[in-house]
């Protein structure tokens, strides 16, 4: 495996092949990320990795100069999960100067949920995502596909929106969100919970899959989007009372994570913070 630091670097390693196989990381890396990594592999004539903590994702309070950075694990795990070439930039490498171009998602989908309680965070996302695909494809001449996890669904709609908004010759694939035994979803910031709160982490998941249940049931009717408002608060008040601090459980359709109606694909999401630390889940259905 081969580990570059600049796009020229990166480009000189590629030029060989036609057809990358791309999963983005920040590092700090666990199954659900080397998952990707392996459903990568049959996908394209080389597998390539990033790790970069992207800075214009994060807001001013919230965890940028902490995220853990752990490129020497990161880069074993990826070598025995078959990648082939890891890029791991510096800022200077990937911003040599201030980036004030920057891509703005379609605010209907960026605005809501994540984009409410993190503004700027997918302008950040889409940024670095684009100059990523620059870095990775721009010589490629065959099919290429970029991975990114279900964990965090709104992302995954928004990066598919922006590919198909500029006509990337990009298939965005989604990988299903690997989970610990117990059901909570792998997530770097997971590493952040005390023993306790470890303990008490899955309640997300359930608080999910107890919301999914009662929509599933709710009759419909004319009612259906002031009944499952009902439900959505109600979750969200049974979750605050175990001590956490919710910024939302909510039941969305698939397609637009917009309010729900009958008969609609449906899919709940939720965000929360445990103690410091926030955690986000979701579950189709």
Not at 80 to 98: I, K, Q, S, T, W
């Amino acid at each position: 495996m081969k580990i570059v630091h600049t796009p020229a670097e990166l480009r000189a390693a590629l030029s060989p092949f036609q057809s990358p196989a791309f999963v983005p990381t920040m590092g700090n890396l666990h199954d659900g990320h080397l998952d990707l990594v392996r459903q990568a592999v049959p996908l394209g004539d080389v597998t390539v990795a990033s790790i970069f903590v992207n800075r214009l994702q994060f807001g001013p309070n919230e965890d940028f100069d902490t995220y853990p950075r752990t490129l020497q694990a990161d880069c074993d795990k990826l070598a025995e999960a078959g990648c082939h070439v890891v890029f791991a930039p510096n800022e200077r490498d990937l911003y040599p100067e201030a980036q004030t171009f920057t891509v703005a998602p379609d605010q209907a989908l960026a605005n809501i949920l994540e984009g409410h309680f993190r503004p700027g965070f997918f302008t950040g996302v889409c940024t670095v995502v684009m100059k990523l695909f620059q870095c990775v494809f721009a010589e490629s001449k065959g099919p290429r596909h970029a991975l990114f996890g279900k964990k965090d669904y709104q992302q995954l709609m928004v990066i598919r929106r922006m590919v198909e908004q500029f006509a990337l010759p990009i298939s965005v694939v989604g990988g299903e969100t690997q989970r610990a035994a117990d059901g909570l979803a792998l997530s770097s910031r997971n590493g952040y919970l005390s023993p306790t709160e470890r303990a008490e982490a899955v309640q997300l998941s359930q608080a999910l899959r107890q919301l999914a249940h009662a929509a599933r049931a709710l009759p419909q009717t004319a009612g259906f989007a002031d009944a499952v408002m009902a439900l959505e608060h109600d979750a969200v008040q049974a979750l605050n009372r175990r001590g956490w601090r919710t910024d939302y459980l909510t039941v969305r359709r698939r397609r637009d994570l917009q309010q729900p109606a009958p008969g609609d694909e449906m899919v709940v999401l939720g965000a929360s913070r445990l103690g410091a630390t926030r955690l986000i889940d979701n579950l189709e259905f």
